[in-house]
């Protein structure tokens, strides 16, 4: 019987550690209850605060997009007024450099052209009765006239007939070797490219190819009439060699052209 009282006293003592041990899990249950439930709260709190901020940032965030193309569209319409303010002091500010010339700098002198043909473009749409409309265009008509006079000094100065010497060794060689006849400086031929290229597509009536054939011609007349000249070793040419200087003397005219 003491032996089962006892037994009945370890079974009863450890009911009552048991019990504690649930106690302390109950207790901790319930204050990570009462956690659990002040976090959800908070969340809730802090998931309604973000709506309201939404709520109230929405607007705002349209507003500044309005605001932001509005700023666009301000300094958009600032470019083009000033591009239009430039078209009405065009005249005044490159006048001086169109009746100037291209003094050396073709490309510059066409850029200027240009400009001045985007000013006539803007005045021909939007504003014909415009007092810098035919200001512009005489501004404009007077450089297309320099630049052909240009166009003329730079063939003119640069052409000269092949001396009689040159066509002598030329004619003795074969054509792979004659294609070292310099007719134009490379740089000279550069400019009168692009002269004849902005006067042919911007002037349908221009005869700038006629009058670069005429000069051409001329100096190929000149080259050709020094193979015959008296002294120049002509008379002691063989036939076959007149002939070949003859024919290389033609292809003068089409060699070193411009317009291609």
Do not use: W
């Not at 066509?167 to 740089?187: T, V």
Request: contains cysteine; proline residues 3%.
């Amino acid at each position: 019987m003491e032996g089962v009282a006892e037994k009945k006293r370890e079974v009863e003592e450890k009911l009552r550690q048991d019990e504690k041990v649930v106690d302390v899990l109950r207790e901790s249950l319930e204050k990570s209850d009462n956690v659990t439930k002040g976090m959800v709260t908070i969340l809730e709190s802090f998931a309604n605060r973000l709506q309201k901020m939404d709520q109230t940032i929405q607007p705002l965030y349209r507003q500044t997009l309005k605001l932001t193309r509005l700023q666009t569209n301000v300094e958009n319409s600032l470019i083009e007024l000033d591009r239009i303010i430039g078209f009405h002091h065009m005249a005044d500010d490159i006048e001086g450099r169109i009746r100037e010339g291209p003094s050396g700098n073709i490309e510059g002198y066409l850029k200027l052209l240009e400009r001045l043909e985007s000013a006539l473009s803007f005045f021909n749409t939007n504003n014909t009765n415009s007092i810098e409309l035919p200001r512009l265009n005489a501004l404009y008509d007077d450089g297309m006239e320099t630049l052909t006079k240009d166009f003329l000094n730079l063939l003119k100065h640069d052409s000269k007939p092949v001396p009689i010497q040159v066509l002598n060794d030329i004619a003795s060689e074969s054509p792979e070797e004659s294609q070292r006849l310099e007719h134009l400086p490379e740089r000279t031929m550069r400019d009168l490219q692009a002269i004849a290229n902005y006067l042919v597509i911007k002037r349908e009536n221009t005869d700038i190819t006629g009058v670069y054939a005429q000069i051409r011609s001329n100096q190929l007349g000149r080259s050709l009439s020094s193979l015959k000249e008296p002294g120049q070793g002509a008379s002691q040419l063989s036939a076959t060699t007149a002939l070949r200087k003859a024919s290389f003397a033609c292809k003068l005219l089409s060699c070193g052209c411009v317009f291609r």
